[in-house]
């Protein structure tokens, strides 16, 4: 399996037609179909159920875009690597993280590299825990940043002590929007939305403590925004780090502390032991400048 051949799989299935497929990659169809069936053919499975004119993915083949896309993203990146020189620092630095207030941390290291290496271009992926230590372990995320618990084996990583804390999410005019803070009593028989991580909801078993038990868990979220545009619509209270809702409209959705208070430490983390390119290694030094700095 070539990458070329990769690449024509993947503009078959965004096209959902051979004829437009072979049009855009200046290829005849019957050549372009030869070349896909040669690859079903080597693979030993059916990628396209063919309808008539109409080419849908089989599972086999959802699979395999997955993997082609991750397998190309990996080559361009490779390449990127081996052409930066010391001289000149390019190219990508891949950062995955969830939606945690210590991304403004994260956005004033950003701040101070892009200033040193100003062609080097930062990607942002925006997902849960196990999505990024998933993509890093494939070498598609370069740097994570994790809220505690979470295995940090095989990993270097400077942890940020309290960086974020912990809160519940309620509309304005929401009787609970009147307290200075929010206790457990206040919650039980709320409709709550919690954090999907069981990792992450073993904080608020502590918390409640044996009233865990008598709680009502309406909706779990993997990430906080949809957990807001729940609570905006009067479906539930998000009891979740604060995160990235200070930026919510206050007239839709305010928040208020729990007490007694439970903060939240977050690591930023990459992988031990691994040659990194050169873009990626100076962002760990600044990352490292940025903690030696907080330390004084």
Not at 197 to 219: M, Y
Not at 248 to 259: A, T
Request: some cysteine; charged content about 25%.
């Amino acid at each position: 399996m070539d990458f070329r051949i990769l690449r024509y799989f993947l503009n078959v299935a965004r096209e959902q037609s051979f004829t437009k497929a072979a049009e855009q990659l200046h290829i005849t169809q019957p050549t372009l179909s030869r070349q896909l069936a040669s690859l079903e053919k080597e693979l030993g499975v059916t990628l396209f159920t063919r309808s008539g004119r109409n080419i849908t993915l089989t599972e086999e083949g959802l699979l395999l875009k997955r993997r082609a896309l991750e397998i190309l993203d990996l080559e361009e990146r490779t390449l990127e690597e081996l052409k930066s020189t010391e001289g000149i620092v390019e190219g990508t630095v891949t950062i995955g993280c969830g939606e945690f207030a210590v991304v403004e941390t994260l956005a004033e290291i950003c701040k101070n590299y892009q200033k040193k290496y100003p062609r080097v271009q930062i990607v942002l992926h925006t997902a849960t825990a196990d999505t990024i230590s998933e993509m890093m372990n494939n070498g598609l995320v370069d740097i994570g940043l994790f809220m505690e618990p979470v295995d940090t084996q095989g990993l270097d990583h400077i942890r940020i002590m309290g960086s974020d804390h912990w809160v519940v999410g309620m509309r304005p005019e929401d009787p609970l929007a009147a307290k200075e803070f929010i206790e457990k009593n206040d919650l039980i028989g709320k409709p709550l939305i919690l954090p999907e991580r069981t990792g992450v909801q073993s904080e608020l078993v502590n918390w409640f403590g044996r009233d865990f038990k008598k709680i009502r868990i309406a909706f779990t979220s993997n990430l906080g925004t949809n957990a807001g545009v729940m609570a905006a619509c009067g479906l539930g209270y998000p009891v979740s780090i604060e995160g990235a809702a200070r930026y919510w409209r206050r007239d839709l959705l305010v928040q208020r502390p729990l007490f007694p208070q439970i903060r939240a430490n977050t690591v930023i983390a990459w992988r031990r032991n691994i040659p990194n390119s050169q873009a990626v290694n100076k962002f760990i030094n600044e990352i490292n400048a940025f903690k030696a700095l907080e330390s004084i």
